[in-house]
């Protein structure tokens, strides 16, 4: 008696057959040879390299399904009249406009009006704003809204920090400025102006000065005859380690070199604090690094893998490399090979498990003692009273 067996069309990778010259793929495996592997369901925006139901995703595409688009400015442009596209978070993105146009895409122009100079074709203050001149600018005090024509709603205003019946209006994102009262004077309008004499002959101060019951007094931060003498708290070396010292007006800051910390970068930074070490390894910190020491029979420079002493093949480890979450930051683990895994690290957060913060704050922009707020694509500057600008740069002293 004899056995016929199906011979299936040649170069049928993955497949077998019923009748000859058939090719009927496994499952996971697609094409007219079955050599084409199949993407996890759903798998929107990526791809399988040699294996079937992996989801290897495209460039500028995230998540376990790579339907995360972490380059919105890339895929969709939506900033218009030349504004500059910035991603924010996933999905997220925030456009800087060109001089003259405003809204969430730049999509708004100047409109036909009159500025405070009297400029024909120049957009005037929105949203009821009114003009205000400086020494050397106009600009629009708003109130409830900021920006360079109050087109964007903010209330720093809220907690009605003006006194005494002053006016609130919003600086800028994180500023205020109070119109205060004739006879009130300071940031908030709680420092009473004492009466001058109107015989009194008018001060005549210089830069470091300002003028106080009829006398020249020094500003903050000067002293001396002539207020010629800048108080600079940096002026002793307070920062240790080759520490970075920023001056402001009543005390300094120190910006710390990599594996210090401290007011004064004093103390070794302690690397085990986010607890790296996975499976009960102990963590061991050391300058600008750590080391894990592992249980018996786990291995890793995490603890996240485990020995064979039976000595036979690595068996359906590429199962459990991602079980340990070795991910940091909320990364995705996607495994790869037989025994491997990668982490496609968030925005903001890069090195091989997305342990390092690619931050905007490190180079320290604010001036004036201001505080640097990460926003993992972008900065902002919190300014310190007395001080207004995106670097706080500029002084509110008019």
């Given at each position: 008696?004899?056995?016929?067996?199906?011979?299936?069309?040649?170069?049928?990778?993955?497949?077998?057959?019923?009748?000859?010259?058939?090719?009927?793929?496994?499952?996971?495996?697609?094409?007219?040879?079955c050599?084409?592997?199949?993407?996890?369901?759903?798998?929107?925006?990526?791809?399988?390299?040699?294996?079937?139901?992996?989801?290897?995703?495209?460039?500028?595409?995230?998540?376990?399904?790579?339907?995360?688009?972490?380059?919105?400015?890339?895929?969709?442009?939506?900033?218009?009249?030349?504004?500059?596209?910035?991603?924010?978070?996933?999905?997220?993105?925030?456009?800087?406009?060109?001089?003259?146009?405003?809204?969430?895409?730049?999509?708004?122009?100047?409109?036909s009006?009159?500025?405070?100079s009297?400029?024909?074709?120049?957009?005037?203050?929105?949203?009821?704003?009114?003009?205000?001149?400086?020494?050397?600018?106009?600009?629009?005090?708003?109130?409830?809204?900021?920006?360079?024509?109050?087109?964007?709603?903010?209330?720093?205003?809220?907690?009605n920090?003006?006194?005494?019946g002053?006016?609130?209006?919003?600086?800028?994102?994180?500023?205020y400025?109070?119109?205060?009262?004739?006879?009130?004077?300071?940031?908030?309008?709680?420092?009473?102006?004492?009466?001058?004499?109107?015989?009194?002959?008018?001060?005549?101060?210089?830069?470091?000065?300002?003028?106080?019951?009829?006398?020249?007094?020094?500003?903050?931060?000067?002293?001396g005859?002539?207020?010629?003498?800048?108080?600079?708290?940096?002026?002793?070396?307070?920062?240790?380690?080759?520490?970075?010292?920023?001056?402001?007006?009543?005390?300094?800051?120190?910006?710390?070199?990599?594996?210090?910390?401290?007011?004064?970068?004093?103390?070794?930074?302690?690397?085990?604090?986010?607890?790296?070490?996975?499976?009960?390894?102990?963590?061991?910190?050391?300058?600008?690094?750590?080391?894990?020491?592992?249980p018996?029979?786990?291995?890793?420079?995490?603890?996240?893998?485990?020995?064979?002493?039976?000595?036979?093949?690595?068996?359906?480890?590429?199962?459990?490399?991602?079980?340990?979450?070795?991910?940091?930051?909320?990364?995705?683990?996607?495994?790869?090979?037989?025994?491997?895994?990668?982490?496609?690290?968030?925005?903001?957060?890069?090195?091989?498990?997305?342990?390092?913060?690619?931050?905007?704050?490190?180079?320290?922009?604010?001036?004036?003692?201001?505080?640097?707020?990460?926003?993992?694509?972008?900065?902002?500057?919190?300014?310190?009273?007395?001080?207004?600008?995106?670097?706080?740069?500029?002084?509110?002293?008019?």
């Amino acid at each position: 008696m004899y056995a016929f067996v199906a011979i299936c069309k040649t170069g049928c990778l993955h497949g077998f057959c019923d009748r000859p010259g058939e090719c009927r793929c496994d499952p996971g495996w697609q094409g007219d040879k079955c050599d084409r592997c199949k993407p996890f369901p759903n798998c929107k925006n990526g791809y399988c390299l040699d294996k079937p139901w992996q989801c290897i995703c495209k460039k500028n595409w995230g998540g376990s399904l790579c339907n995360e688009d972490l380059d919105y400015c890339g895929t969709h442009k939506p900033c218009q009249n030349g504004g500059l596209c910035k991603n924010t978070e996933v999905g997220q993105y925030v456009c800087e406009c060109t001089k003259g146009f405003y809204g969430i895409n730049c999509e708004n122009g100047r409109c036909s009006g009159e500025d405070c100079s009297g400029t024909k074709n120049y957009c005037w203050c929105l949203n009821g704003g009114s003009c205000h001149r400086t020494n050397f600018t106009v600009k629009c005090l708003c109130q409830n809204y900021y920006g360079e024509y109050c087109q964007h709603r903010i209330d720093n205003c809220k907690v009605n920090p003006c006194l005494h019946g002053g006016r609130c209006y919003n600086w800028d994102t994180y500023d205020y400025f109070c119109r205060c009262p004739t006879e009130f004077t300071g940031k908030n309008c709680s420092i009473p102006k004492p009466l001058l004499s109107l015989t009194q002959p008018p001060c005549n101060c210089n830069e470091n000065e300002q003028c106080f019951n009829g006398k020249c007094v020094c500003r903050n931060g000067f002293s001396g005859k002539n207020c010629s003498r800048s108080d600079n708290f940096c002026d002793s070396n307070p920062c240790l380690n080759d520490g970075t010292c920023i001056n402001s007006l009543s005390t300094f800051q120190c910006i710390c070199q990599s594996g210090w910390e401290g007011s004064r970068c004093e103390d070794e930074r302690d690397n085990c604090l986010e607890k790296p070490c996975k499976n009960g390894g102990t963590c061991i910190s050391g300058f600008n690094n750590f080391t894990c020491k592992c249980p018996t029979n786990i291995t890793g420079a995490l603890c996240d893998g485990r020995s064979n002493p039976s000595g036979n093949s690595k068996n359906n480890l590429s199962n459990k490399s991602c079980f340990s979450s070795p991910c940091l930051h909320g990364s995705t683990c996607l495994i790869v090979g037989n025994d491997d895994f990668i982490c496609i690290c968030k925005r903001g957060f890069d090195g091989s498990l997305c342990e390092k913060l690619t931050g905007h704050c490190l180079s320290s922009p604010c001036q004036n003692g201001g505080r640097c707020i990460e926003n993992i694509q972008y900065y902002s500057c919190e300014c310190k009273p007395g001080f207004m600008g995106k670097l706080c740069e500029q002084s509110t002293h008019l």
